[in-house]
């Protein structure tokens, strides 16, 4: 009975048809020769693309894309009530340069880079933090690859730096499998044994080049600190044998199909320091340190179009070549010329990921509503309707969190410590806003960190296939529930004080799923909250679980 009448509770709103004008021309900005490639890549476009969305889907939408969360009901009305032209540009410039901004990106690449490994050798909160100050400051995406390739964990300073290499310990098998999926776009697990049985593109050589980056390094102990650093030694090839063929070969460093790099002759003392049980090894000439110059260097087209990839797939829902990590030619782009065009982009802006994703988000592709024109059907990589993407477990959290009341709650808590503790520190500055993010994400991670494990999947895939256990941890878990409790600040108090039925309802709304209650929506939720007031409480708290767990509120759309 619940179900049912809880499923007319979560219709969605329809959208107006909006339209962009066109540019032609290579000197249009990025977005409108997105739109116009994509337009032109499938003949009957025009006819099935569908609306525009509307700018309750486009608040949520972008909140959820670039800020990591769904936007307050205060900002919601804010945006509904802006008359500017231009206010969906505004927006978009205006979360771009949130610390909310860096903490979501943070996660993505996070996920990326590590794929939520647990700590062995680097604190991971650390890791986190170099991450976050690091987007905090706009860092490019190259500059990043850099500093996490080149590092050897020595200094203090820099130590965090090389838990990509080190909490993988260096291990052949997965730091290479790794360096081509995360960096090129290219699993080539399959082609260490021999050339790839199914994909001709990925050959033997391409896997052990890019192990000879690596293959003389090593993992070294400190003796006083205990620290695991990573030293390397000034000798060492790189032999292998397929088992098909039998056959011997023998590669210097080289990444994927270009020339490979040539040692230099051999130095009389090769060593800055030899290696030994005391001091790690510090070779002259240091294979390890030019990996980093050959996955950048802008003859690597892998590198670029590997990152534009997956930050459309962040925006999108679907990378223009998926799965994500398998580029070849057997397995071409959607949309090849858009996809060079977003790497060579990338490149022109020295690697800013900001830049691109600020693009893409002005895009009216990005814009489409996700309600398909009746009548019409087409794939997902043709992007003629928004794509449904089913929240990440810290998007997931952080929007339960900031509809229930949790995120609000946790502000005013800091807000009240700032203003003891740093009376000289001005709300309205940049400075401020950053340390009141810090404060709340510190304060509120143990529970992102619970959703985290619930929700998190071993790849996460962009399909959304809920278990058990996520299910019970919605419906009759103990954190929900404690939220749900009327408390001061919380969703269910806020509405508990409404005496204007009508109010509670747009409040309800709002707060939940960011957007106006239609009339069907609006008298069901009052002919559900009916009875005395302990009947009422708790239909409150049934009708908020029951739109936690909708897909309404578990896919961006």
């Known amino acids: 009975m619940l179900a049912s009448r809880l499923t007319l509770l979560l219709c969605c709103a329809a959208s107006p048809l909006v339209t962009n004008a066109r540019a032609e021309g290579d000197s249009a900005p990025l977005h409108q020769r997105i739109d116009e490639m994509i337009a032109a890549a499938t003949t009957d476009y025009a006819s099935i693309v569908s609306a525009v969305c509307s700018d309750e889907e486009f608040v949520r939408r972008l909140y959820l894309d670039l800020s990591g969360r769904i936007p307050s009901a205060e900002q919601t009305l804010a945006f509904l009530q802006n008359d500017h032209l231009d206010k969906r540009v505004q927006l978009v410039n205006q979360l771009l340069t949130t610390p ?3 903490r979501h990106l943070q996660h993505r690449l996070d996920v990326l880079l590590m794929e939520r490994r647990p700590k062995k050798h680097i604190d991971v909160a650390q890791w986190r933090d ?44 997965e730091t290479t499998r790794d360096l081509g999926r995360v960096f090129l776009g290219r699993d080539l697990q399959c082609a260490q044994c021999h050339d790839h049985p199914t994909i001709t593109d990925y050959e033997q050589v391409h896997y052990f080049g890019l192990n000879a980056f690596l293959n003389r390094s090593y993992l070294f102990t400190d003796p006083k600190s205990k620290e695991k650093w990573i030293g390397e030694k000034a000798e060492g090839t790189v032999k292998f044998t397929s088992v098909f063929t039998s056959v011997e070969a023998e590669t210097a460093p080289r990444m994927l199909t270009l020339p490979p790099l040539v040692d230099p002759s051999p130095d009389k003392e090769p060593y800055i320091a030899k290696p030994d049980k005391a001091a790690r090894g510090i070779p002259k000439y240091s294979r390890r340190l030019l990996l980093a110059d050959a996955i950048t260097d802008p003859a690597n087209r892998a590198f670029r179009l590997n990152i534009a990839n997956r930050l459309w797939a962040m925006m999108t829902g679907r990378g223009l070549v998926e799965p994500l990590d398998m580029f070849h030619s057997d397995n071409p782009p959607s949309h090849p010329e858009l996809l060079d065009l977003l790497a060579d982009g990338l490149v022109e802006h020295s690697f800013d990921m900001r830049w691109l994703i600020r693009e893409i988000a002005l895009s009216q592709t990005y814009q489409l509503s996700s309600v398909i024109k009746d009548g019409t059907s087409a794939p997902p990589e043709k992007y003629t309707s928004g794509l449904l993407k089913p929240l990440s477990p810290e998007q997931l959290s952080w929007s339960v969190m900031q509809a229930c009341g949790v995120v609000a709650k946790s502000q005013q808590q800091v807000a009240a410590k700032l203003a003891k503790d740093e009376p000289t520190l001005k709300p309205d500055t940049a400075e401020y806003a950053l340390r009141m993010e810090s404060l709340v994400d510190k304060s509120l991670s143990p529970h992102v960190e619970n959703f985290v494990t619930i929700f998190a999947s071993a790849n996460e895939s962009s399909r959304f296939d809920a278990t058990a256990n996520q299910a019970l941890f919605v419906l009759n878990g103990d954190l929900i529930s404690n939220w749900l409790k009327p408390s001061q600040g919380h969703l269910t108090q806020r509405l508990a004080e409404h005496s204007d039925t009508d109010k509670m309802v747009d409040e309800f709304y709002l707060r939940l799923l ?4 239609t009339e069907s929506d609006r008298q069901m939720l009052k002919d559900f909250v009916q009875g005395d007031a302990e009947e009422q409480a708790e239909a409150m708290r049934q009708a908020v679980r029951s739109v936690l767990c909708s897909a309404e509120f578990r896919f961006n759309h």
Do not use: C, M, P
Request: glycine fraction near 2%; hydrophobic fraction near 40%; avoid cysteine.
């Open 100 to 102: 909310e901004h860096a």
């Open 130 to 173: 170099y991450l976050f100050s690091s987007l905090i400051q706009n860092k490019t995406w190259d500059v990043l690859t850099r500093e996490i390739l080149t590092a050897d964990g020595v200094a203090k300073e820099e130590r965090v730096r090389v838990r990509f290499l080190l909490d993988r310990e260096l291990k052949a098998e």
């Open 514 to 517: 960011t957007r106006r209650a």
